[in-house]
């Protein structure tokens, strides 16, 4: 089963405006971690920001943050001011603290317009 | 830096052919993985290990082998190249319960 859900598969947005990517996943887990990675278009993935399943507070990294609604399953990712720059493909992820592998979802692909 | 570096970054084989891809971590993580992606199916997870000798199954192993040799060193073993295993292969390190490190990815092309 799918534990890790980007139902987005493409976003278009403009410049300096705010974007939020949705992300829904699955776990039996009462610890978890959940985490934003994104591959740039030389395909270089790296790590953004990250949510521990204990904390209520939202975590903020420069102009990341999250949104996380822990009764929805639920880890949004909110880019604000965007730039050209953020042009990338974004996957959200889950590590469940029973086991030390990422799931992964599809990714959601963000194009930012002058 | 502490970094993951993928050798070689991109390669040509025939099918039946064998490939070794090379992984190298200098972060002292634990943790070791092998990524395949491939357009529509996002990062599908082939090998992982959680330390020198160890070596775990991921969720799409047919065809691949991999081998941990030292704490730094992760290898993925391709012994008969299929088309089907055309892809973006990455390594990624990691420590318990933290985030991946990835290298840049090797691309192999099976003709």
């Known amino acids: 089963a799918q534990k890790v859900t980007q139902t987005q598969t493409s976003i278009s947005v403009v410049e300096k405006t705010t974007v939020t990517m949705d992300c829904v996943y699955e776990t039996r887990d009462s610890s978890y971690f959940l985490f934003w990675y994104k591959q740039t278009a030389s395909g270089e993935i790296v790590f953004l920001i990250r949510q521990d399943s204990y904390k209520k507070e939202n975590a903020t990294v420069g102009h990341y943050s999250l949104n996380f609604q822990k009764p929805k399953s639920s880890i949004g990712l909110i880019i604000t001011a965007t730039q050209i720059e953020d042009s990338a493909v974004y996957f959200c992820?889950?590590?469940?603290?029973?086991?030390?592998?990422?799931?992964f979802g599809d990714g959601t692909q963000l194009v930012v317009k002058p | 830096e502490a970094a993951v570096t993928q050798s070689p970054r991109n390669k040509v084989t025939v099918t039946g052919g064998n490939v070794t891809l090379s992984c190298r971590q200098t972060?002292?993580?634990?943790?070791m993985y092998w990524y395949r992606q491939d357009t529509g199916h996002g990062l599908r997870l082939i090998h992982y290990?959680?330390?020198?000798?160890?070596?775990q199954i991921g969720d799409v192993p047919d065809g691949y082998k991999a081998t941990r040799t030292t704490q730094e060193d992760f290898f993925l073993l391709l012994e008969l190249a299929s088309p089907s295993q055309t892809s973006l292969y990455f390594c990624?390190?990691?420590?318990?319960?933290?985030?991946?490190?990835f290298g840049s990815g090797t691309r192999l092309l099976v003709i």
């Open positions: 990624a390190s990691s420590d318990r319960g933290s985030d991946y490190t």
């Open positions: 972060n002292s993580h634990n943790y």
């Open positions: 992820a889950m590590r469940e603290n029973s086991n030390n592998r990422i799931f």
């Open positions: 290990s959680y330390g020198a000798g160890n070596l």
